[in-house]
């Protein structure tokens, strides 16, 4: 099929607004938050399996998961590929953290900071805690983990009734698709912290 253009691609605050559309009719249609929820054993298409895990499968996966890399997460983390003090302190990074902290960055309270960072000594402290120290910090954290999966999960499902519902025959309809579910993960990132 041939590609006949860029399909319009919706801003963070109509993402926001679509996604508040869905969760009205999750909210008022059981077979249709059913179908999110539980998947759809019959019909076409067939799904069998839910769309998202349950918030409690959500956690438990979560928590198996740093368990599972653990040993991978101190391996990458006392290896890294680059110099974490060189890279805070390039410039684009520096701005990175004007857009959302410019009230302390103004202060020059990022840049004092890392000149005053070892890394050979965080790294020494990182291989000290050991692999356990990671996977233990977040089960842990279970309970906050379990409320906020559980927070997310329905506008995340709202967000995946809208993105699954995108056609994807040609190449600019699947960018599309990549940029709404971005800008739809935006708006809930946005809603969730009260923007």
Same mark, same amino acid.
């Given at each position: 099929m041939s590609d006949t253009g860029t399909p319009v691609v919706h801003s963070i605050d109509q993402m926001a607004?679509?996604?508040?559309?869905?969760?009205e009719l999750m909210a008022s249609d059981p077979e249709f938050y059913q179908e999110l929820s539980e998947g759809r054993p019959s019909g076409n298409p067939i799904t069998l399996g839910p769309r998202l895990p349950t918030a409690e499968e959500w956690t438990r996966l979560q928590i198996k998961g740093s368990q599972d890399?653990?040993?991978k997460w101190l391996e990458r983390t006392t290896h890294p590929k680059k110099n974490f003090r060189e890279e805070a302190l390039k410039a684009t990074s520096v701005e990175r953290f004007h857009n959302s902290m410019e009230r302390v960055l103004a202060e020059k309270?990022?840049?004092g900071g890392m000149a005053l960072v070892d890394e050979s %000594?965080?790294?020494a402290t990182i291989a000290r805690r050991g692999a356990a120290a990671y996977s233990k910090g977040v089960s842990d954290r279970e309970p906050k983990i379990r409320r906020r999966v559980a927070e997310l999960r329905e506008s995340r499902l709202a967000l995946c009734a809208i993105i699954d519902a995108m056609s994807v025959a040609t190449d600019s309809e699947r960018e599309t698709k990549?940029? %709404?579910n971005k800008r739809g993960l935006q708006a809930i990132g946005r809603a969730r912290r009260g923007g």
């Open positions: 607004s679509a996604i508040g559309k869905v969760m890399n653990a040993a309270r990022w840049e %000594e965080t790294l990549m940029i %709404e």
